[in-house]
Nanobody, 126 residues
Framework: QVQLVESGGGLVQAGDSLRVSCAFSGRTIDIYNMGWFRQGPGKEREFAAAISWGGGTTYYVDSVKGRFTISRDNAKNTVSLQMNSLKHEETAVYYC???????????????????WGQGTQVTVSS
C-alpha cells in the first residue's frame, strides 16, 4: 500500500501562482509514474501532469504546458506541482496519484493509477 497526502491548495486570483505538494509513503518501491489530476465542479477527473520515477520524463495536458511544472524528490518522498498564471476555469480539487505502471503509454490514464490522495482544493477567482 502507498499513502498520499496533498497540501498547498487555497484561494488565489486569476494570474497568480500556487504550488501544491504531495507526500507519499508506504511501499514506494512499486511506484513508477506519479501524477496530478484535477476535478472541477460538475466535471470528470482529468489528467494534468505526470512524472516518471527518476524525474527525467514529464507529461502535461496541452492546456497547462508552459505554465505548470511537476517535480519530484524521491529522497524526501514528495511530488509537487508548481502552477503559474492560473485561470478561473482551473478551479478544482487537485489529486496526487501513484502508478505501478511506467512509461508514456500509461502516464495520462487515470485507470492506471492505483493510489490516490484525498485531494486539495484550488480556487481561482476571476
Amino acid at each position: 500500500q502507498v499513502q498520499l497526502v496533498e497540501s498547498g491548495g487555497g484561494l488565489v486570483q486569476a494570474g497568480d501562482s500556487l504550488r501544491v505538494s504531495c507526500a507519499f509513503s508506504g511501499r514506494t518501491i512499486d511506484i513508477y509514474n506519479m501524477g496530478w489530476f484535477r476535478q472541477g465542479p460538475g466535471k470528470e477527473r482529468e489528467f494534468a501532469a505526470a512524472i516518471s520515477w527518476g524525474g527525467g520524463t514529464t507529461y502535461y495536458v496541452d492546456s497547462v504546458k508552459g505554465r505548470f511544472t511537476i517535480s519530484r524528490d524521491n529522497a524526501k518522498n514528495t511530488v509537487s506541482l508548481q502552477m503559474n498564471s492560473l485561470k478561473h476555469e482551473e478551479t478544482a480539487v487537485y489529486y496526487c496519484a501513484a502508478s505501478t505502471f511506467r512509461g508514456r503509454l500509461y502516464a495520462r490514464d487515470k485507470s492506471k493509477y492505483a493510489y490516490w490522495g484525498q485531494g486539495t482544493q484550488v480556487t481561482v477567482s476571476s
